[in-house]
């Protein structure tokens, strides 16, 4: 029966349709919203994949003379498996120098410092950065062209409280500060490990198993402590996202209730004509779903379109990024139709199963 169609009742009933389906385009925001708070990771995204490669390992006070850790090196230098670039024991700080996210956030990058830069070229050719570091020198300074724009820096620029010079930019998605700072043999009590074998938690595990009880000292990742902090961000995403839904939940029923009530006559013939409940639940539920899926369609191709806009005028020339998918913004869309238009085919499908032809 035609009557019975989702798309009959949205052409016959324009502009009511184009109401309810611009309450239900507002929830689609949460995609862009999510999105938002990714971009906050995406800035460390390459300093975490990094650290799966490049594990340091560093001599702690309590081993006065370094003995546990003299032996400990030796035993990795003489490991096949192993890579090992050994540095000085100092911290290097960044000068206040932070990385300036999408949402308007500072925040803390990382830093690797090198003891030549012929480790510092062995260490780019196991990440995979095409660089060529034959032209640097003693506290010389390398980072991505996109953090380079994202501090509005220039090579030739003195940096970190005046310690290093930027000479490099390499083409990387990194947020991350390499350093070159030479040191005599006997002062490197930091060794920084890599391996063509193994990454992550297998080579952090062997590490560990070489280590044994010897006081050394195995670095966690530094993006470890970063997402920690950073889980705030998501839980406020979250509550928002709610907060947001159930309002717009509410103000989407009074909406949608208001258009139902003309239709009370429609739904008592339908009943008097003899179809079931269940018949009648399912077209309540077709007419909203479709309604929904073209706002959903409608929704997500604004947000795009704005996420390029934003990306290429303002957030790219300036080194930032905001992703065009991520599984927050997802969940956020997803989240926020159930919330909104689940109530609302329960809530209609129930009530209009009791109109009676009887009453008008």
């Excluded at 065009?324 to 909104?340: E, H, K, P």
Aim: aromatic content about 12%; proline content about 2%; hydrophobic content about 45%.
């Amino acid at each position: 029966m035609k009557p019975l169609s989702a798309w009959y009742y949205i052409k016959s009933n324009k502009s009511r349709s184009i109401i309810i389906i611009f309450m239900m385009f507002i929830t689609t925001f949460m995609y862009i919203g999510g999105n938002y708070i990714s971009s906050l990771y995406w800035f460390y995204e390459k300093s975490d994949e990094y650290g799966d490669k490049i594990i340091l390992t560093e001599c702690i006070p309590t081993d006065t003379d370094a003995a546990d850790y003299n032996s400990f090196v030796k035993d990795i230098k003489n490991d096949d498996k192993l890579i090992t670039l050994g540095r000085n024991g100092l911290g290097y700080g960044t000068g206040g120098l932070v990385i300036h996210d999408t949402l308007g956030f500072e925040t803390g990058a990382q830093s690797y410092v090198f003891n030549s830069k012929e480790d510092l070229q062995t260490a780019f050719d196991h990440l995979g950065i095409d660089y060529d570091c034959s032209g640097l020198s003693d506290y010389s300074a390398v980072i991505s062209k996109k953090f380079a724009d994202n501090l509005k820096l220039k090579v030739g620029d003195i940096i970190c409280d005046e310690t290093f010079t930027l000479e490099g930019l390499i083409d990387d998605d990194s947020y991350i500060f390499f350093f070159i700072v030479n040191s005599p043999e006997d002062k490197l009590y930091r060794t920084m490990i890599l391996s063509n074998e193994m990454s992550g938690a297998e080579l952090r595990s062997y590490i560990e198993n070489i280590r044994g009880d010897r006081k050394v000292n195995i670095a966690r990742k530094f993006t470890d402590e970063v997402y920690k902090e950073m889980s705030i961000a998501w839980i406020m995403f979250f509550i928002a996202l709610i907060i947001v839904s159930v309002i717009l939940a509410v103000t989407l029923n009074s909406v949608v209730t208001g258009q139902y009530i003309k239709r009370n006559p429609e739904f008592a013939i339908y009943r008097a004509l003899g179809l079931r409940k269940k018949q009648i639940r399912r077209k309540i539920a077709s007419e909203l779903l479709l309604m929904d899926l073209i706002a959903v369609a409608a929704g997500l191709f604004v947000n795009l379109a704005l996420e390029y806009l934003l990306n290429e005028l303002v957030y790219i020339p300036v080194g930032k990024y905001l992703p065009y998918f991520s599984w927050i913004g997802v969940a956020g869309i997803l989240i926020a139709n159930v919330l909104t238009v689940i109530p609302l085919i329960l809530l209609k499908g129930r009530r209009m199963c009791k109109m009676d032809v009887t009453e008008f």
